[in-house]
Nanobody, 122 residues
């Protein structure tokens, strides 16, 4: 059974940083695309970024480009989301997802974590 478990969320001031982790079991992450999505209060779930199988390429939403970085540690079967220069509009529940497509469409992912809350205060 595949499980994705996010951690690292919390409360941070505007301009601060957080690093989220997504640890997987039951699936070797290096063989799949791994994405991060987020859902803010009263908003639709939105794409944040994705890293390809093997970590050879990444893609980001325009709103986080230059501030967020996705990386992977194959030995730990874990994917990370480093978030810098955080803004209040980055507040939301952050989810990692695993799938077969390098896409920003959530339907391209078949396993999801439970989410971790990120709150950025102004």
């Amino acid at each position: 059974q595949v499980q994705l478990v996010e951690s690292g969320g919390g409360l941070v001031q505007s301009g601060g940083s957080l690093r989220l982790s997504c640890a997987a079991s039951g699936r070797t992450l290096s063989s799949y695309a791994m994405a991060w999505f987020r859902q803010g209060p009263g908003k639709e779930r939105e794409f944040v970024g994705v890293i390809s199988w093997g970590g050879t390429s990444t893609r980001y939403a325009d709103v986080v480009k230059g501030r967020f970085t996705i990386s992977s540690d194959n030995a730990r079967n874990t994917v990370y989301l480093q978030m810098n220069s955080l803004m209040p509009e980055d507040t939301g529940v952050y989810y990692c997802a695993s799938g077969y497509q390098l896409t920003g469409n959530p339907t391209g992912y078949d396993y999801w974590g439970q989410g971790t809350q990120v709150t950025v205060s102004s």
